[in-house]
């Protein structure tokens, strides 16, 4: 079974007659071990799509499911069993400011039962040395440039060993150099992990990567291409 099957997904903000149409009949597979970019205008439902993909917003019409887990009337147990199964990567890192590089991605880990302190001390520690950290272990986000808070992020979204990586203009905030850098890494340990990345960017720098780019269109998948990697 695909990580994600959506079939007519729709979605709409506000109430009554005040509602809003965000999402129209979206209809999508994605595959094991498939990264796929999505790219669009502000606005076009890129964001809305991925929180809802994520289990961070409540699926109101259509089919989603993630991990095989159906959404549509997921309650919040079932939501939490796939948040729990997903690395999330944003913009904005979302680290805490009061934590060292180590204890941000080791609190991710210790989010899962039946992980010793020490056993999540190690991992995270690994996977800082793996994203080319193991000097910054220790370092606290103010002390990091922007693309080693990233890293962080990364670190801290795959640490877990996620069946699926979600992440919302990962390269936003950084310098070209830096942001290829940045999915170069998430690309080589997605693929060493065997998880499913969806992206959401404006950067064309970084399409290579991707198996299938989607485009959207005011809250319509309008295209698909299979990447040209040359």
């Given at each position: 079974?695909?990580?994600?099957?959506?079939?007519?997904?729709?979605?709409?903000?506000?109430?009554?007659?005040?509602s809003?149409?965000?999402?129209?009949?979206?209809?999508?597979?994605?595959?094991?071990?498939?990264?796929?970019?999505?790219?669009?205008?502000?606005?076009?439902?890129?964001?809305?799509?991925?929180?809802?993909?994520?289990?961070?917003?409540?699926?109101?019409?259509?089919?989603?499911?993630?991990?095989?887990?159906?959404?549509?009337?997921?309650?919040?147990?079932?939501?939490?069993?796939?948040?729990?199964?997903?690395?999330?990567?944003?913009?904005?890192?979302?680290?805490?400011?009061?934590?060292?590089?180590?204890?941000?991605?080791?609190?991710?880990?210790?989010?899962?039962?039946?992980?010793?302190?020490?056993?999540?001390?190690?991992?995270a520690?690994?996977?800082?040395?793996?994203?080319?950290?193991?000097?910054?272990?220790?370092?606290y986000?103010?002390?990091?440039?922007?693309?080693?808070?990233?890293?962080?992020?990364?670190?801290?979204?795959?640490?877990?060993?996620?069946?699926?990586?979600?992440?919302?203009?990962?390269?936003?905030?950084?310098?070209?150099?830096?942001?290829?850098?940045?999915?170069?890494?998430?690309?080589?340990?997605?693929?060493?992990?065997?998880?499913?990345?969806?992206?959401?960017?404006?950067?064309?720098?970084?399409?290579?990567?991707?198996?299938?780019i989607?485009?959207?269109?005011?809250?319509?998948?309008?295209?698909?291409?299979?990447?040209?990697r040359?």
């Amino acid at each position: 079974m695909p990580p994600i099957v959506i079939r007519n997904l729709n979605h709409y903000f506000g109430k009554g007659s005040l509602s809003k149409q965000v999402l129209f009949d979206i209809n999508l597979e994605i595959k094991a071990g498939e990264i796929i970019i999505m790219t669009g205008q502000s606005g076009s439902g890129k964001t809305t799509l991925l929180s809802l993909i994520g289990a961070l917003r409540s699926v109101q019409k259509g089919s989603l499911r993630v991990l095989e887990q159906e959404l549509l009337g997921g309650n919040e147990d079932q939501m939490v069993w796939v948040r729990r199964r997903i690395g999330y990567i944003f913009q904005a890192h979302n680290l805490l400011q009061f934590m060292t590089a180590r204890q941000n991605v080791q609190m991710s880990v210790e989010l899962h039962e039946n992980i010793s302190a020490r056993e999540a001390r190690t991992k995270a520690e690994a996977i800082l040395k793996a994203v080319g950290l193991e000097e910054r272990v220790n370092y606290y986000p103010h002390n990091l440039s922007g693309g080693q808070k990233q890293r962080v992020a990364i670190a801290r979204a795959l640490v877990s060993h996620p069946q699926l990586v979600l992440a919302d203009e990962p390269t936003a905030a950084l310098d070209s150099k830096t942001g290829r850098e940045v999915v170069d890494l998430m690309q080589h340990l997605a693929r060493e992990q065997g998880c499913t990345i969806m992206l959401v960017t404006h950067d064309n720098r970084i399409l290579d990567i991707a198996d299938r780019i989607l485009h959207m269109e005011d809250g319509r998948l309008v295209k698909e291409t299979v990447a040209d990697r040359h």
